[in-house]
């Protein structure tokens, strides 16, 4: 005997064509986060191009493809848009068929409540349990505030989500969704895994010995943040914790060593929080209902007096490239969006506010160009590169060549520091770079 529950899903459960009829020409539709991207829903509006103008679409951190933005260069019918870009992204960025909306992650929820219309919202959601619940899985930290001030929401159910637990927010309820659809999916093949590089393992060898046992960890995605798992996995530290915007594998690797316990975490005890998850199908598996991590909104995961709350908060992320006056840049190379401010900013503020906090920012000193030229990550000054963290809140910096600690410097124990950890063969032309911007003591020692 079908529950009420049940024949609630079936009287709104219609096909992706039948779905999507409800937009519009001039709607904004959404498309939330990661593994929210609904697959058949997007298919079935990019066949309804010639028939629609100026759909505006919002996402972030989609691995593709987009078939609405693919389908139509000349953007006269579909407007994709994203607030962090994933490497497909940053791609669709560089045709001129992806715009970015510049955010900060923990005012994500405020940003939709008071600020951005939302005519349709499509997000993809595991079955609907017993209860009448579909589980936003691994797309928990953004889906569902923006379902909350959607006119219209579309679920579409693919069977191969795993069902998070979450401190809130993490599940929509059946009667609070207008349609419902259903369909084959391809299974998660996982993101491809970030190899750690020598250059990568000795960042994180030059940060290892500012952890203790018991710190919780934010840790970016990329090969550096899997090398400093890999280096605390087989390090003698212990009872670590999770407290990350993004579960990575390196989270994976930390927890099957052992390391990563939650016991000492002052809030969330016990659990590991994050927001969302991008990785490896084993990954996916260990998330799935696991009741040893919690799934939770942005605007909880990245508060910075959230965070602050977290005795030895460890935050750990990467960037472009910094100048002498310790600005940080990490979405953008010139005027090229790369990625996006994501939650950099939110952790450097809650981590050094933190009781034994710290909050790291990583780069190689140098890079290659497309001629095999190299080139210093330790700039003279920024000229056109898109700034993501202000010199005023940057708190340590690591290359392969060390760490240095920012907090209350002036302007020549900066460019001291910085210089210090470039590359040797930069180093003597930042020196005079730094004496034209007349920040270099002349009794500095060279």
């Not at 934010?218 to 009872?239: C, F, H, R, V, Y």
């Not at 450097?348 to 506010?353: D, Y």
Request: hydrophobic fraction near 35%.
């Amino acid at each position: 005997m079908q529950s009420t529950f049940q024949k609630e899903y079936y009287a709104k459960l219609v096909s992706p064509k039948k779905a999507v009829e409800i937009v519009k020409s001039g709607d904004w539709v959404d498309y939330t986060s990661c593994l929210g991207m609904p697959v058949l829903l997007d298919r079935a509006l990019a066949e309804r191009k010639e028939e629609l103008y100026d759909v505006k679409i919002r996402g972030n951190l989609i691995a593709g493809p987009i078939e609405t933005a693919e389908c139509d260069e000349s953007q006269e019918h579909f407007i994709y848009h994203s607030w962090h870009c994933s490497s497909y992204e940053r791609k669709l960025c560089d045709r001129g068929l992806c715009y970015y909306i510049p955010m900060v992650f923990h005012n994500n929820a405020a940003y939709y409540e008071h600020f951005l219309k939302v005519n349709v919202v499509m997000v993809s959601v595991s079955p609907m349990d017993k209860h009448g619940y579909f589980n936003f899985s691994l797309n928990t930290g953004v889906a569902a505030p923006i379902t909350r001030v959607a006119d219209y929401v579309i679920v579409e159910v693919n069977e191969h989500l795993p069902k998070v637990h979450g401190g809130y927010d993490e599940c929509i309820h059946v009667s609070d969704v207008d349609y419902i659809v259903e369909g084959e999916h391809d299974p998660f093949v996982g993101s491809r895994k970030f190899v750690p590089t020598e250059l990568d393992r000795k960042i994180a060898q030059n940060i290892l010995p500012y952890l203790v046992d018991g710190a919780t960890l934010q840790l970016g995605i990329g090969s550096m943040p899997n090398a400093m798992g890999e280096l605390i996995a087989q390090s003698d530290l212990k009872d670590l914790g999770m407290h990350t915007e993004l579960c990575s594998d390196a989270y994976l690797s930390l927890y099957q060593s052992g390391k990563l316990t939650n016991k000492k975490k002052c809030i969330d005890r016990g659990k590991g929080v994050f927001g969302c998850a991008v990785g490896s199908k084993e990954l996916y598996e260990w998330l799935d209902d696991n009741h040893g991590v919690a799934a939770y909104p942005l605007e909880y995961v990245n508060r910075p007096s959230v965070i602050a709350q977290i005795d030895h908060m460890v935050s750990i992320n990467s960037c472009v490239s910094v100048d002498l006056y310790g600005q940080v840049a990490a979405e953008s190379s010139g005027s090229r969006q790369i990625s996006g401010t994501g939650g950099q900013l939110d952790f450097l503020v809650g981590a050094s506010a933190s009781r034994g906090g710290k909050a790291f920012i990583c780069m190689s000193s140098v890079y290659k160009d497309k001629e095999g030229k190299y080139h210093s990550r330790i700039r003279p000054q920024f000229d056109g590169d898109i700034i993501t963290s202000p010199r005023s809140q940057v708190y340590f910096l690591s290359t392969e060549y060390g760490t240095i600690n920012m907090e209350g410097r002036s302007t020549w124990e900066r460019a001291k520091g910085l210089i210090s950890i470039a590359h040797p063969d930069f180093r003597e032309e930042l020196i005079k770079e730094a004496e034209k911007r007349k920040i270099w003591r002349r009794s500095n020692k060279r």
